[in-house]
């Protein structure tokens, strides 16, 4: 058996775990095998005319989940127009998000046992992962599951926030040296911390991706 094989037998049979832990949690699982099944999932679970709105994720970004969802039958909520508007439109569209039907995001890890872990800067997107929208789609290659939750936190602080401070071109140590400074810098992206253990009537539903996708 060849290194991709073995990978991708490996993902299989880590995400028949990882989706039993999220069911007993009420997280819906899901696994697709490539990125252009997680694509077709991920859109099937939306009917049409659903107003679908989205957080910061290269993840959903890479699999063209968010170029499909702006193209198809849906009600698009836009983050990006809030910062190009007044104050009021601001707050208005951030209204509609919270409100909003399906809310895509990805996630910084997600352990064997189901409990996932995001650290955000402004904090939008963990709080749409908390409370708001009806239906919340979580899509994560499976590079990004690891064993334990203290696993799950350092893969976000000295991995998944690094490369995105590098991304964004944010003047904090972990640009510099690769890991995190445990900075207070003006720059910092690692303002929030959210540990999801579980999740109220199903609202919550994950595609774990047979592939490395994402930070």
Not at 29 to 56: I, R, T
Not at 164 to 191: A, F
């Amino acid at each position: 058996m060849d290194t991709f094989e073995a990978r991708k037998l490996y993902y299989e049979k880590a995400a028949k775990t990882v989706i039993a832990n999220l069911n007993k949690r009420h997280m819906e699982g899901y696994f697709a095998s490539s990125a252009a099944d997680a694509l077709k999932l991920a859109l099937s679970l939306m009917p049409e005319g659903s107003s679908v709105a989205w957080g910061g994720s290269m993840t959903c970004t890479d699999i063209g989940l968010i170029d499909a969802v702006k193209k198809g039958p849906y009600e698009v909520i836009d983050r990006l127009d809030a910062n190009r508007g007044t104050r009021e439109e601001y707050k208005e569209i951030y209204g509609k998000i919270c409100t909003c039907d399906f809310f895509l995001m990805g996630t910084n890890a997600i352990t064997l046992d189901g409990e996932l872990v995001n650290i955000d800067g402004t904090g939008n997107r963990v709080a749409f992962l908390c409370f708001g929208p009806e239906n919340v789609i979580v899509v994560a290659g499976m590079n990004k599951v690891v064993e334990t939750l203290d696993d799950a936190l350092s893969r976000a602080r000295n991995i998944a926030a690094p490369i995105n401070s590098v991304r964004l071109e944010r003047k904090t140590p972990c640009t510099v040296n690769g890991r995190c400074g445990d900075c207070c810098s003006p720059d910092c992206i690692c303002d929030q911390t959210v540990i999801t253990r579980q999740s109220r009537n199903g609202r919550i539903k994950v595609i774990l991706v047979g592939e490395n996708l994402g930070f």
